[in-house]
């Protein structure tokens, strides 16, 4: 057993379709999927003993990159204390602490296991606080798969082509309203909560217009609607306050997951102590998690947290600036259009035919993401050892350990494999 071939194979015969998560599939570019061995840094290394330059990076989850040592640290030594006891412990307390410091207005969090988790759970608070129900959220956006958000969904809900999905039933959905990205809706005072990724990140790089948060943040006040930030992609990756830091707009409850938990599973939700008051034990809304703000995973995520000093951010977005201005330069020279937009440290990448401006929601962006050019260049820079997620409506993730000499060898690779691709049409 040792191809990825085989072991796929082996795969698909015990797991659905051979994946735990439909964007780890190879579905919507074809062929079969890498799988992972090892990783270190700014690579991974698959079974046949490849390595690749990876861009994946557990879609956000690695910020320092792979098997950082003084998180493997830090996890060895949490493991041997014990790894789950079903009572308070300080790991838990010290990374809401971190949070907390760091995010202007987050005053209490909750942890959880995952940023589906997380969003679940703000909405119910958002609805037990407010006694409303509906909920608007932007067409392109993902907010996890929970059933109530899992209509009009960015990210593998995209890629597969599928509107939603079966087994969502109509009643529960139906207080989930979806609106264009970067309108402001109207809004009345039925509705509980806006849910928003500040920076739309599972559309490919979608990114707010000037005006569009304060926007969305005057329309809440107007009804009495709480402001809900899925920043469980732009959580500490933007800037180290995150969204409200970036942009100075406050939501009145934010979303966490990947960052936080340094690749182990975590997510987090929170808001101001009034708020999160109605929150179990406390108040009337109910939430809970066997494994909810593990010993292991604290300790991978502030270990991590401990490591984004300001200048980790401006390192970030520097080598950010670097790879899509490259890669710009790169494609470009092949004749064809690449075109990455960033927003800080967050990068998308769309190809094109001929120079076009860049998507300011899930229509324009699904035109750029469908044209059948991403999975012809995947392919082509997978072969030349740069891996990509394998789906247009993924953004790049760029880490702190991809260094100058990275960046350059992928920038080789972009150009080699825009010309083949060029040359194919
Ligand atoms: C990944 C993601 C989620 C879901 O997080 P999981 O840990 O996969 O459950 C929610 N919201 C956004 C914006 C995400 O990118």
């Not at 102590?273 to 300790?299: D, I, K, W």
């Not at 300011?360 to 469908?370: G, I, M, P």
Request: hydrophobic content about 45%; proline content about 6%; some cysteine.
């Amino acid at each position: 057993m040792s191809t990825n071939a085989e072991w796929f194979e082996r795969a698909q015969r015990v797991i659905p379709g051979g994946v735990d998560s439909p964007v780890r599939s190879f579905r919507s570019v074809g062929g079969t999927p890498y799988t992972v061995a090892s990783g270190r840094g700014a690579t991974v290394t698959d079974v046949e003993g490849r390595t690749y330059i990876d861009y994946v990076q557990s879609y956000g989850a690695s910020i320092l990159g792979h098997a950082d040592p003084r998180v493997v640290e830090a996890i060895s030594r949490a493991a041997a204390l014990g790894t789950t006891f079903g009572a308070p412990t300080p790991g838990e307390v010290t990374l809401a602490d971190a949070m907390v410091d760091r995010v202007r207005g987050l005053e209490q969090v909750r942890l959880v296991s995952s940023g589906t988790e997380a969003v679940m759970s703000a909405v119910r608070l958002a609805r037990g606080a407010t006694g409303r129900s509906r909920i608007v959220k932007f067409d392109g956006c993902y907010h996890g798969h929970s059933d109530a958000l899992l209509v009009a969904g960015g990210s593998g809900v995209a890629q597969l082509g599928l509107p939603g999905s079966a087994g969502v039933t109509a009643g529960a959905v139906a207080d989930t309203l979806v609106a264009p990205y970067n309108v402001v809706p109207t809004l009345d005072d039925t509705v509980a909560a806006v849910l928003v990724e500040p920076v739309a990140a599972n559309m490919n790089l979608v990114a707010p217009q000037p005006g569009f948060l304060e926007g969305l943040r005057a329309e809440c006040d107007r009804v009495g609607a709480l402001l809900i930030f899925d920043e469980v992609i732009t959580g500490f990756r933007l800037a180290r306050g995150g969204a409200e830091d970036y942009f100075g707009v406050t939501p009145d409850l934010w979303c966490f997951g990947k960052v936080i938990g340094g690749g182990l599973p975590v997510g987090a939700f929170g808001g101001s102590r009034e708020l999160l008051t109605y929150l179990a034990p406390s108040g009337p809304v109910y939430q809970a998690g066997t494994l909810s703000g593990n010993p292991l995973a604290t300790a991978a995520g502030l270990t991590v947290l401990s490591q984004l000093d300001p200048e980790a951010y401006a390192t970030l977005t520097d080598r950010v600036a670097r790879v899509a201005r490259g890669i710009e330069d790169a494609v470009a020279s092949s004749g064809l259009v690449a075109l990455v937009p960033t927003v800080g440290p967050l990068c998308g990448l769309y190809l094109a035919t001929s120079s076009t401006p860049p998507p300011s929601n899930f229509a324009e962006a699904q035109v750029l993401c469908d044209n059948g050019l991403y999975r012809e260049f995947f392919h082509a820079l997978l072969r030349r050892g740069v891996a990509l997620a394998p789906g247009a409506y993924e953004i790049l993730f760029v880490s702190l350990s991809h260094d100058d000499a990275t960046i350059d060898a992928t920038l080789t690779a972009v150009a080699d494999a825009a010309a083949e691709v060029a040359a194919a049409r």
